[in-house]
């Protein structure tokens, strides 16, 4: 496991280390809790059918390819996008590409509801707001945590991390920050941290330089191959981000997260129908994957 990069930079091969795989606690929601407990995240294989995650990525890309962004059947990136011609209402074509059938398939797969249930050790439910990411190459996401975000009407939430694609390294792959789910003062600092009402005063991207940030804190960044219907379901003060996708010649990375939390807690309406303002207000069209593929995408 090595080559990786963020934001460019090389990451050094001993600041990698491998995700712990859950699959065989699937079916037993205590050893769930236990492992995500102890990790902070569960690494869970082949949660989606692979028939199902495929057709979501085909879905996706088709429409993406309708405008001009992707080549197929490589699934490659095209180097260009008509998106803002042919679609020119960015939040609508996002919300669209989020409405359609086989993503909600995939993303509201009854297999994984269950798996999110006996996680929790009570019937939960998915946001119906959701985040699709196609990374193409030269990109990847910052260093972060979930708590600004989804933690305003309760703290008992998840991020599930479904991947669509069958990914190599050279593709990016989601990182996690090893054992930062128990940084006390880590936690401590993101406690009330809401990042739509701090207004501008504080970013949730916590380093700009992640291999900088592993090393001041004497830590790991764990990884690992994943495939399409596999997930990663994680806290909200686990820190992660991912790795630059870094293979031109290679089919851009496909995922999707969705935030769950147990159905007797109360929702946040931004994340809700009919309201689906997300974070800032702004709809769909506030999401990186609004913008045409050709456009850099914004940290918050
Ligand atoms: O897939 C990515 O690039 C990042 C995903 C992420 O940050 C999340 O699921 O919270």
């Known amino acids: 496991m090595t080559g990786f990069t963020s934001e460019g930079r090389p990451i050094p091969p001993q600041l990698i280390g491998e995700l712990v795989d859950s699959s065989a606690h699937l079916g037993d929601g205590e050893a769930l809790r236990i492992s995500l407990a102890e990790h902070g995240y569960l690494l869970l294989r082949g949660v989606v059918p692979l028939g199902t995650a495929l057709s979501a990525r085909q879905e996706v890309l088709t429409r993406l390819a309708d405008v001009g962004e992707i080549d197929l059947p490589g699934e490659t990136f095209s180097g260009t996008s008509q998106r803002n011609a042919l679609a020119p209402d960015a939040g609508e074509f996002l919300r669209s590409l989020c409405d359609g059938p086989r993503l909600r398939a995939a993303t509201g797969d009854q297999h994984l509801g269950e798996i999110v249930s006996a996680t929790f050790g009570e019937p939960a439910r998915g946001h119906d707001y959701i985040y699709l990411r196609v990374a193409i190459p030269g990109r990847g996401t910052a260093t972060h945590c979930d708590y600004p975000f989804f933690t305003r009407a309760t703290e008992r939430v998840l991020t599930c991390w479904l991947c669509l694609s069958d990914l190599e390294f050279k593709q990016g792959a989601l990182y996690v ?16 941290f809401d990042l739509e009402r701090a207004n501008g005063a504080r970013q949730a991207t916590l380093s700009d330089d992640i291999a900088a940030f592993a090393q001041a804190h004497d830590t790991r960044l764990l990884t690992a191959k994943i495939n399409a ?3 990663m379901l994680f806290g909200m003060n686990l820190i992660h981000g991912a790795f630059d996708h870094r293979a031109p010649d290679m089919p851009v990375r496909v995922s ?3 935030r769950w939390q147990p159905e007797s807690e109360p929702f946040d309406p931004r994340y809700m129908a009919p309201g689906l303002g997300g974070t800032f207000g702004g709809g769909y069209g506030e999401l990186n ?10 940290k918050r």
Do not use: F, N, Y
């Not at 920050?177 to 009330?192: F, K, L, T, Y």
């Not at 994957?289 to 914004?298: S, V, Y």
């Open 177 to 192: 920050v090893e054992g930062s789910h128990r940084w006390q003062q880590h936690i401590d600092a993101m406690r009330g």
């Open 229 to 231: 219907g596999d997930i």
């Open 256 to 258: 999707c997260d969705v």
């Open 289 to 298: 994957a609004a913008k045409p593929l050709t456009e850099d995408w914004h």
